[in-house]
């Protein structure tokens, strides 16, 4: 009995029918997009947030200095069934600033830490019965200082359903806004690796379909004639 493990991958893909293609493609376009985005993106662009609107880089990994979110201009996902906070977007803004602008900037994060600080700020807040206690300490952490960097979501990388989502709140984005998924990098090799995963099944699955079908099995002979 033999049996190797590119007949299996290729039987497998077979078996899956019109899901085989849907697969594949999605392999190479999130392979071939990770390795562009990695290709293309040695460094992350360092640079000030002002810069950053001024001259928009197409830069896909950015390193932004200079900036602070804004928490009240923010919005999050529970998980399903849990309804724990699983991931929060949140407007960046110029550090220092306290009017309220329009946001060029989101940041797409799940880190706890910044989950924590926003639900028990909001939660600050939101309890405030009497305007004196926003005190000059609970306005600041509102408006956390911090460096913002991480890959900005493109193709593959960004939902419409999420922006859809997003557009629909009460936020002030501008309607080209970006999001910024918080520290993620370009992956070369888990890119690279999917794309050729892609390459090998698109391979498979142009053989078995070059293939001509089986001849039909021709009809048993009349009995004779008596």
């Known amino acids: 009995m033999k049996n190797t493990r590119l007949g299996a991958m290729r039987r497998g893909f077979i078996k899956l029918g019109c899901l085989g293609p849907i697969i594949v493609i999605g392999l190479l ?43 009240l201009n ?6 399903a069934g849990s309804g ?55 306005v600041a952490s509102l408006y956390p200082v911090r460096e913002v960097s991480g890959l900005m979501k493109f193709g593959i990388e960004s939902s419409s359903k999420t922006r859809e989502k997003l557009d629909k709140l009460d936020l002030y984005l501008t309607p080209d806004y970006i999001i910024i998924s918080d520290g993620k990098k370009p992956d070369l090799i888990g890119s ?16 078995s379909s070059s293939k001509p079908a089986p001849a039909e099995p021709a009809p048993p002979p009349l009995p004779p004639i008596a």
Do not use: C
């Open 74 to 79: 923010s919005a999050y996902v529970k998980k």
């Open 84 to 138: 724990e906070i699983d991931e929060v977007y949140i407007a960046v803004e110029p550090a220092g600033n306290r009017e309220e602008i329009v946001a060029h900037v989101l940041l797409a994060s799940k880190d706890k830490a910044l989950i924590d600080l926003m639900t028990t700020t909001m939660n600050r807040v939101n309890a405030i019965k009497d305007p004196s206690a926003m005190t000059p300490e609970l």
């Open 192 to 207: 690279g690796t999917l794309l050729g995963i892609g390459v090998l099944g698109a391979f498979f699955l142009l053989r």
């Open 29 to 71: 376009w999130g392979g071939g997009q990770g390795v562009y985005t990695a290709v293309k993106n040695r460094e992350p662009l360092k640079m000030s947030f002002k810069e950053y609107l001024d001259q928009r880089p197409s830069a896909e990994w950015v390193s932004l200095t200079g900036t602070q979110l804004n928490l």
